[in-house]
C-alpha cells in the first residue's frame, strides 16, 4: 500500500527530478506504511497513525500547501497516544490547534514557529512519560521530531544556498523516519499501560483498601472510556468485597470453632456430673433394692419385680455407656462392634466410615448403641445388622434386625432418642417396621468435609499423644 500510494504521489512532485531528490521522501512515507503493517495484528492505534501520517506526508509532495500536514498528525500522535481520538477537551483543542497552523506552510514553516511547536510537543511528551499517560513514546516521538526540525534549521541557516536547503531536508526527513522507527518498536509492546497491570499494581500498593473510580482514572490518564473505567472499579470493588467477605468468614468460622469446643467442654462436664450422680446415688438405690427384694419370698409378683430391676438397671448402665466419651483410640466400627459384644443378639458390621467428625462420631455411637438396646428388648430378633453405604455423596447408616417389628408409627423412647440425637448433629433418620418384617433405622449422616475429618483425628492424636507423655511423666 505504501508503494501503490507514495510512489506515484512522490514521482509526480514537482521536486522529483532526480533520484536523491525524490527517494529519501518516498522512503519515509514508505517507512509509515511499513510501521502501520507491522503494528496492524499487535495494536490497530499503531496503525491508524502510520497510516495517516503516512498518507499526510506523501499528500505534502503532491500539493505544496500540504507540505506540513503530517505535523499536526504527530502533535495528535504526542498528545494522544493510546487512542485515536483524544477524548479530553483540552487535548482535543490542541490538537485541533496544531492541525490549524500547520495548514499554512507559509507559518508554520518559520524556523521560530517551527521550533517552537517542537519544543511545545518535546514539553508535552515529557509530562506524559513522568506521569505515565502514554509510557515514554510520546516523548520519543517529540524528541525524534525536535531533532529533525532544529537540525534541519540549524544547517540552512549554516550553509544558506542549495546545498544547505537539500542537507536540512534530509535531516528533517531522518527525524520524521525516526518517528516511523519507533511507532514500529513500540507498536510490539502495546501493553505497556495496560489497564489491568495498572490495576493490580495499585491493589498491590492498597491490599486493603478499595482503589476507586478516580484514583484509577488518574493512574490510567488517558483511559477516558466510561464503560471501561466503570467495569475495572467494579472488578476491583467485587475483589474488595470478597476478601471482606473472606475475613469475615473466616472470623465466623473461628468464633463458630471456639463455640463448639466451649459446648463440647460443656458437654462433657454435664455428662461428668450425670456419671457421678449415677454412681453416687442410683448405683446405692439400687443396691438397696436388689437386697430388698432377695429377701422377699418366693412369688410370681417378687420374680417380676426382679426382671422389672434387672430392665431397669440394664436402661441405667446403657445409659451410662451412652455418657462415657469415646476414647477415639479405635476406628468407630471397632466401637461398634465393642457395643455389638455385649449384646445378647449377634451384631454384624460392616461398611462403616473410617473416619468421622468427633461430634458425628459420637451420635452415631449413641444411635447404634440405642438402636441394639432397642431391639433386645423389644424385637425378639435373631440377628442385628449395622452397615454403613455411600449414598450420593453423603453417609447411611443403616441398623436393621429380623425379629418380629412394630410398626414405624409406634416408636418408643430408644426410637425417640435416637430421632433428638440425630436432630442434635443435622441428621436425618427413616424408621420402616413392619409388622413380621424386622425393624430397619437408616440414618443420613449430614455432609461434611473430609479435611476436618483428617484434622480432627490429627488434633486427637496429638492430644492422646500429650495424655500419655503426661502418664509416662515420672
Known amino acids: 500500500m505504501g508503494v501503490a500510494v507514495g510512489l506515484p504521489t512522490t514521482l509526480a512532485s514537482a521536486t522529483a527530478s532526480s533520484y536523491f531528490s525524490w527517494f529519501p521522501d ?3 512515507g514508505w517507512l509509515f506504511f511499513a510501521a502501520a503493517g507491522w503494528a496492524y495484528r499487535s495494536f490497530r492505534v499503531a496503525t491508524a497513525y502510520g497510516v495517516l501520517i503516512g498518507c499526510l506526508w506523501f499528500a505534502g509532495s503532491v500539493l505544496p500547501v500540504a507540505s506540513l500536514w503530517h505535523r499536526g498528525a504527530i502533535a495528535q500522535l504526542v498528545l494522544a497516544w493510546s487512542l485515536v481520538r483524544p477524548r479530553r477537551a ?3 483543542v490542541a490538537v485541533v490547534s496544531a492541525y490549524a497552523l500547520n495548514l499554512v506552510p507559509g507559518i508554520a514553516g518559520r524556523p521560530d514557529v517551527s521550533i517552537a511547536f517542537a519544543a511545545v510537543l518535546i514539553a508535552v511528551g515529557a509530562v506524559r512519560s513522568v506521569t505515565r499517560r502514554g509510557g515514554s513514546l510520546p516523548l520519543m516521538v517529540s524528541i525524534s521530531f525536535g531533532v529533525g526540525v532544529s537540525g534541519a534549521h540549524a544547517i540552512q541557516a549554516g550553509a544558506p544556498g542549495g546545498s544547505g536547503v537539500y542537507s536540512g531536508l534530509l535531516v528533517y526527513e531522518a527525524g520524521v523516519a525516526g518517528i516511523a522507527l519507533t511507532l514500529a518498536i513500540f507498536a510490539g509492546r502495546p501493553t505497556s499501560l495496560d489497564p489491568t497491570d495498572v490495576l493490580l499494581d495499585l491493589r498491590r500498593r492498597r491490599p486493603t483498601r478499595e482503589v476507586g473510580g478516580a484514583m484509577l482514572q488518574r493512574a490510567l490518564r488517558d483511559i477516558d472510556d466510561p464503560a471501561l473505567l466503570e467495569a475495572l472499579t467494579t472488578a476491583d470493588r467485587l475483589t474488595t468485597t470478597g476478601a ?3 475475613r469475615e468468614a473466616n472470623s465466623r468460622l473461628r468464633a463458630l470453632i471456639e463455640s463448639r469446643d466451649r459446648l463440647a467442654a460443656a458437654e462433657t462436664q454435664e455428662r461428668a456430673r450425670i456419671l ?12 438397696d433394692v436388689r437386697a430388698a427384694l432377695a429377701a422377699l419370698p418366693p412369688s410370681a409378683g417378687a420374680e417380676r ?3 422389672r430391676v434387672a430392665e431397669s438397671a440394664a436402661e441405667i448402665d446403657s445409659l451410662r455407656a451412652g455418657l462415657l466419651a469415646p476414647t477415639g483410640d479405635a476406628p468407630l466400627a471397632s466401637e461398634i462392634i465393642e457395643l455389638g459384644s455385649r449384646s445378647p443378639i449377634p451384631v454384624k ?3 462403616l466410615p473410617r473416619s468421622l467428625p468427633a461430634a458425628l462420631a459420637e451420635a452415631v455411637r449413641y444411635m447404634c448403641s440405642e438402636a441394639i438396646l432397642n431391639a433386645v428388648k423389644h424385637s425378639g ?3 442385628i445388622e449395622i452397615r454403613g453405604r455411600r449414598t450420593m455423596g453423603r453417609w447411611v447408616i443403616d441398623i436393621a434386625d429380623d425379629g418380629r417389628g412394630r410398626g414405624a408409627a409406634r416408636s418408643g423412647t430408644g426410637l425417640r432418642g435416637i430421632s433428638e440425637r440425630a436432630q442434635q448433629v443435622g441428621a436425618r433418620i427413616q424408621v420402616t417396621s413392619p409388622p413380621g418384617g424386622g425393624t430397619r433405622v437408616s440414618i443420613e449422616l449430614p455432609g461434611f468435609s473430609r ?3 483428617r484434622n480432627r483425628r490429627s488434633a486427637d492424636d496429638r492430644r492422646r499423644g500429650a495424655r500419655t507423655r503426661e502418664q509416662d511423666a515420672p
Open 90 to 92: 483540552g487535548a482535543i
Open 244 to 246: 471482606e467477605l473472606e
Open 305 to 307: 419385680m426382679r426382671h
Open 26 to 28: 518516498f522512503l519515509v
Open 381 to 383: 430378633a435373631s440377628l
Open 451 to 453: 479435611r476436618v475429618a
Open 349 to 351: 458390621v460392616r461398611g
Open 276 to 287: 457421678r450422680l449415677l454412681g453416687e446415688e442410683l448405683d446405692p438405690l439400687y443396691e
